[in-house]
């Protein structure tokens, strides 16, 4: 079926730093990308999310970065702050997310340093 | 962005009882509510995909007699777990969409069957 991968599965960085996370997905008619940040013990927040007619989308700190031909997806997050840290997911629409289904990767825990 | 909300936040039951959880969008109408199973470390499963007045859509797996799933107004999804038992012990989580656009999660309901 199709499915989406994520990586690294955590990731450590000392505050200040930039912080990247990847995803590749395998259904070619997925035009949706969004990125939620859960912290423990919380439902996910929709932090940023990037459509298929563009490549970039930038929100202050955070940017994500779409590359269609080799479907894959990543997540920036630059001077990286302790209340960061938390379990980051990426996602895809099923198909072409008229229906709203995503299909979500395997989560990144995101550990900032201070 | 839109607010979902859950109720309860935390539940304790026995096993052999029923119990149910709300799931409301407070600023929009939601076309489409969806839910989630989450095991600790580990990302989110689809359970079912409600749409206001019809029946719900259950992913593989998932019992549809022992997850009932009702969606009573554009603002409502209510999911009931009959007959819980210890290995019903899991945090679910709703989301809420309008027309296949953003997709806003609830804060989560933490059920723990004793």
């Known amino acids: 079926g199709e499915n989406v991968e994520q990586h690294p599965s955590t990731l450590s960085v000392q505050e200040g730093d930039s912080a990247v996370i990847k995803c590749t997905y395998s259904d070619s008619a997925s035009n949706y990308f969004p990125w939620y940040k859960q912290e423990l013990g919380k439902g996910p927040q929709l932090i940023i999310d990037?459509?298929?007619?563009?490549g970039e989308k930038k929100d202050q700190r955070i940017a994500v970065t779409l590359n269609k031909t080799a479907k894959h997806f990543s997540l920036h997050i630059t001077e990286t702050q302790p209340e960061d840290s938390a379990v980051y997911f990426c996602a895809a629409s099923q198909g072409s997310s008229n229906t709203g289904k995503l299909i979500f990767g395997q989560g990144t825990t995101l550990q900032v340093k201070p | 962005g839109a607010v979902v909300s859950q109720h309860p936040s935390r539940v304790i039951c026995k096993s052999g009882t029923s119990v149910k959880i709300e799931c409301r969008s407070l600023d929009f109408q939601a076309t489409t509510m969806f839910w989630y199973r989450q095991f600790p470390k580990q990302s989110l499963m689809l359970m079912a995909t409600s749409n206001e007045g019809s029946k719900a859509t259950y992913e593989q797996g998932v019992e549809k007699d022992k997850f009932l799933i009702n969606h009573a107004s554009l603002t409502l999804s209510t999911l009931t777990v009959t007959s819980a038992h210890p290995e019903d012990s899991s945090f679910y989580i709703c989301?809420?969409?309008?027309?296949?656009?953003?997709?806003?999660f609830g804060p989560g309901t933490r059920l723990t069957v004793t």
């Open positions: 989301s809420a969409n309008l027309w296949g656009r953003e997709q806003y």
């Open positions: 990037i459509r298929s007619n563009v």
